[in-house]
């Protein structure tokens, strides 16, 4: 079946930075893009970017530009998200997702998330 | 960035109630508009994509209408698993953003 697998949860200090993976199966990986969507304890969902993961190209969130690196590995079918200089504000669920056949950005199916703690 | 903003914040209703939440945009979407459920713990589920097409395998309970500024994601007949929190998406310029969420609870 179609699904979106991510890595574990990670505890990282201050000034680090986390890459999240997001494992694709059951589906043509380069057909569709990967997005990642954050949402950090009792807030709403953030949107930070997106690879084509067909030809690489990215867009990211002006807010985590600079900080963020959305990239793929097709023979591995897996999305990454790197996120550096981590600070407490980071601390956050991480989610991959990936849009509807035809649709930009309407994501129905996602990965189940990956904590990220951000702490001293 | 558009700025989405969904009315009401919690909403108190019973099964078999009829409700609506509305989601309005600081300026033109269009119908670029998705609609998803979200259960504590779990990652969010698309009901609606462009603003009033019903998703592959969701309930036909659930209808979504609007253009432009003003949408409405309408719950026909209320369901016990239909208890969670529900946000809208604008996908029609980036930044994608989201509304700060409904929490629809159990009078």
């Known amino acids: 079946q179609v699904q979106l697998v991510q890595s574990g949860a990670e505890v990282k200090k201050p000034g680090a930075s986390v890459k999240v993976s997001c494992k694709a199966s059951g589906y043509t990986f380069t057909t569709y893009a990967i997005h990642w969507v954050r949402q950090a304890p009792g807030q709403r969902l953030e949107w930070m970017g997106w690879?084509?993961?067909?030809?690489?190209?990215?867009e990211y969130s002006q807010k985590f530009q600079g900080r963020v690196t959305i990239t793929r590995d097709t023979s591995a079918t897996t999305g990454y998200m790197e996120l550096s200089s981590l600070r407490s504000e980071d601390t956050a669920v991480y989610y991959c997702a990936r849009p509807r056949y035809g649709d930009s950005a309407a994501f129905d199916i996602w990965g189940q998330g990956t904590m990220v703690t951000v702490s001293s | 960035d558009i700025q989405m903003t969904q009315s009401p914040s919690t909403l108190s209703a019973s099964v078999g109630d009829r409700v609506t939440i509305t989601c309005r945009a600081s300026?033109?979407?269009?119908?670029?508009l998705a609609w998803y459920q979200q259960k504590p713990g779990k990652a969010p589920n698309l009901l609606i994509y462009?603003?009033?097409s019903l998703e592959s395998g969701v309930p036909s309970r659930f209808s979504g209408s609007g253009s432009g500024t003003e949408f409405t994601l309408t719950v026909s007949s209320l369901q016990p698993d239909d208890f969670a929190t529900y946000y809208c998406?604008?996908?029609?310029?980036?930044?994608?953003?989201f509304g700060q969420g409904t929490k629809l609870e159990i009078k």
């Open positions: 998406q604008q996908y029609n310029s980036y930044p994608y953003t």
């Open positions: 690879i084509n993961s067909g030809n690489d190209n990215t």
């Open positions: 462009k603003a009033s």
């Open positions: 300026q033109s979407i269009s119908s670029w």
